[in-house]
């Protein structure tokens, strides 16, 4: 067991739990740059700035890059699912969401009986 282990479950719960976030910050995004393509883009460029800080302070530096280049061709398609899945999610949010309930303020009001 590796010392990371207690901390893998709540990891994975709350990987869980924000993914709706996710879903609903991208979706929101796309509307200040132009589209989910472009949203998707700037989830991809600030994520990529996060795990490479987050490499050197755990890792203490990057992979060489004949390592990286080793790899087989279909390592480089978790790249491709993860930009699918972002993308997808945020043109399909809107549709997930359904629709909006009323506020509170267009209910009728009700006059209770008083005792």
């Known amino acids: ?24 910050v991208n979706s929101h995004l796309r509307h ?6 472009a949203a998707a883009a700037i989830s ?5 700035f996060v795990l490479a800080v987050t490499a050197l302070v755990v890792q203490r530096s990057l992979p060489p890059p004949g390592s990286v ?13 993860g930009e699918f899945f972002v993308l997808a999610s945020i043109v399909l949010a809107r549709l997930a969401s ?3 309930p009323p506020s509170l303020s267009s209910l009728p009001s009700r006059s209770w009986p008083r005792s």
């Open 69 to 81: 280049a080793s790899a087989p061709w279909w390592a480089w398609t978790g790249g491709l699912l």
């Open 1 to 24: 067991m590796t010392r990371l282990a207690p901390f893998l479950l709540p990891l994975a719960l709350a990987a869980g739990a924000l993914l709706p976030a996710q879903f609903g």
């Open 98 to 100: 359904g629709p909006r």
């Open 32 to 37: 200040f740059v132009g589209g989910p393509v």
């Open 44 to 48: 991809f460029v600030v994520g990529m």
